[in-house]
């Protein structure tokens, strides 16, 4: 019987957060990548919208943008504007690493 | 990824879980009356393994709180039971299919942000502990593997349970920042203590008991000890002593509190008197906007609150519309990639441009827009950011 519990539950991973660069053209289409293989092409897809839609509505909206930089408490997005398209830095970092500043 | 490389799982023998309850149950440091006894704590506790379920639902209901603990072997399931009904706490697995632990606590921490939530795994990646932090987790605790951990464990969760739903510094959350530094100097402490609010970041340095500095962004001092304490709440850590650090706060501890919590109360009581005064037609944080200015190398701000229909307050924008609108929409659309991601609360996006740059803050229901001058780095830019920060918390 403990044999056969080995085999019961499914081998499980986390999502880990991406880490790497890609270039996306100005039609949204992911170019090339530095990712793992395991990242979701949708995610790469969604992140590559999100940084295109914000580097254009900020040009309508008179803030022309060269370079975003989003910060989450523990992932950070850089993106640099390439002729219409985007090169896109991908980097997990942690909370609990002490800050240089202060 | 790596794993303990003990057992995945506690599955602790009879015995062994015997010993553990009748040790755990000779405790009681916890201050639990037969009043309190009345009105028991509940604990989800949500896994995908029966056997981690029944274990662990076995052990806590030993806990001198004497909880009702509630089992979930999915997420969906223990999303449900929490909508359903109060809990004190919430543990969670983080390897589950379906919808894993990391995505349940996201959608936690926004349904019930009151909840305390523990994450109980074997994960050892730092990333993830990291992440669940960052989610909002109250503690992240690696499955125990021996007896002593079982009941560090269990002490960790008992005090959690013992606590109120009141607001304070994470870590210590019964006590407030005035409560943590009385406590350091009278022990005589030599230690350094690190206190984040937001994006600020401040410094307190006890040496022997004394007070001897206090630091943040740019004020250094009594005046930056004074900043600190007037945030109303944050993370604290606590970082190795400096011996060696130049004194700047001459005054005693206790004289320095008290002069502090007195301004305070002041300013909170010159803020409740009533005024014979109309109050302002334009949004209250009208005058703020145009304080934000003061920074140096400011260009614009903007103040934008949650509600998207609210009129937004600016300062050095002829045209204000598209830009706030421009804030919203990235805004939005870079939280709904960081819900998807579980990558922990957006905390600062910057652009920058040839004719200026960008920064914005979410700052609890408000979102801070400012326009630098194109000269200043990324760097310079966060750094004024922090002190823009300082100025709307002040």
């Known amino acids: 019987m403990d044999l056969l519990r080995l085999f019961r539950k499914p081998i499980l991973s986390l999502q880990q957060l991406p880490s790497g660069s890609f270039t996306v053209g100005r039609d949204g289409q992911v170019l090339v990548s530095t990712l793992a293989s395991t990242v979701s092409p949708a995610l790469l897809q969604d992140i590559a919208q999100a940084v295109l839609a914000a580097f254009r509505q900020a040009a309508d909206a008179g803030v022309p943008l060269s370079e975003l930089i989003v910060r989450y408490s523990a992932f950070k997005i850089t993106a640099r504007e390439l002729r219409g398209g985007a090169i896109v830095f991908l980097a997990p970092h942690s909370t609990l690493m002490v800050s240089p500043l202060v | ?394």
């Open chain 2, 1 to 394: 990824m790596t794993k303990r490389p003990t057992a995945e799982r506690v599955l602790l023998t009879q015995p062994a879980r015997e010993k553990f309850v009748l040790e755990f149950r000779g405790t009681d440091s916890y201050g639990w009356t037969a009043a309190s006894m009345e009105k028991r704590p509940k604990i989800l506790l949500l896994d995908d393994d029966p056997d981690v379920l029944d274990t662990y639902r076995d052990i806590l209901a030993q806990l001198p709180s004497k909880p009702e603990v509630r089992t979930a072997s999915s997420g969906a399931r223990a999303l449900a039971l929490l909508e359903a009904e109060p809990f004190r706490v919430f543990i969670c697995d983080l390897r589950m299919p379906k919808m894993d632990g990391l995505q349940v606590l996201s959608i936690v921490r926004c349904k019930h942000p009151q909840l305390r939530t523990v994450v109980l795994t074997a994960v050892a990646d730092e990333q993830f502990r990291s992440r669940a932090y960052a989610l909002g987790a109250d503690l992240f605790w690696q499955k125990p593997s021996t007896d002593d951990e079982i009941r560090q464990f269990m002490h960790c969760l008992e005090s959690l349970l013992g606590r109120e739903d009141e607001p304070g510094f994470r870590g210590v959350q019964s006590k407030s920042l005035v409560d943590i530094i009385q406590l350091e100097c009278l022990s005589r402490s030599f230690t350094v203590l690190r206190i984040t609010n937001g994006p600020l970041t401040g410094r307190i340095w006890i040496n022997g008991g004394d007070l001897v500095d206090a630091e943040t962004n740019d004020l250094q001092g009594e005046l930056a000890f004074q900043r600190i304490l007037s945030w109303k709440a944050g993370n604290f850590e606590i970082l190795p002593a400096e011996p060696e650090r130049p004194r700047t706060i001459f005054k005693p501890a206790n004289a320095l509190l008290l002069e502090i919590a007195q301004a305070l109360d002041e300013s909170i009581g010159g803020k409740a008197v009533p005024t014979n005064q109309a109050p302002p037609a334009e949004s209250p944080s009208l005058p703020r906007a145009t304080q934000l200015a003061q920074v140096p190398d400011v260009e614009f701000s903007l103040i934008l609150s949650a509600d998207a229909k609210a009129s937004f307050d600016s300062y050095g924008l002829e045209d204000p519309g598209p830009k706030a609108a421009w804030a919203r929409q990235t805004l939005e659309a870079f939280r709904a990639l960081g819900d998807q991601l579980t990558a922990g609360p957006l905390t600062q996006m910057t652009g920058l441009g040839p004719q200026r740059h960008l920064a914005l803050i979410p700052f609890g229901s408000d979102q801070l827009v400012v326009g630098w001058d194109s000269k200043l780095s990324p760097d310079e830019v966060d750094e004024n950011m922090k002190k823009v920060a300082a100025l709307w918390t002040s």
